[in-house]
């Protein structure tokens, strides 16, 4: 996960918590720092449901493993349709999952 992600996840809590007016405010370190912590737990527990109901999230652009898994999958005596498919199931499970997100 990105410290975007978390940083945009925590403001929402903290927001709710505490006040959107009060993010800024230097009295308010420890809140901001447990509402980063809430944050991580949240994305994690989301990208595991996500997970187990066989979703996940990858970036737009495919990275080279991905591009080269994509070609090797291709099979001539297949549909275009067939294709598509193992093409991008060889895509999907070539991303470079991190265990941290």
């Not at 901001?32 to 912590?37: K, T």
Request: charged share 30%.
């Amino acid at each position: 996960m990105t410290d975007e992600m978390i940083e945009a996840v925590a403001r929402a809590i903290f927001d709710t918590a505490v006040g959107a007016d009060k993010w800024d405010n230097r009295f308010y370190t420890e809140e901001r720092r447990e509402c980063a912590g809430s944050a991580k737990a949240a994305i994690k527990a989301f990208k595991e449901a996500l997970a187990k109901a066989g979703l996940g999230i990858r970036p737009r652009e495919p990275t080279p493993d991905q591009e080269n898994a994509g070609r090797g999958s291709f099979d001539l005596t297949k549909s275009g349709r067939e294709n598509c498919v193992l093409v991008w199931q060889a895509m999907w499970d070539a991303h470079p999952d991190k265990p941290n997100g």
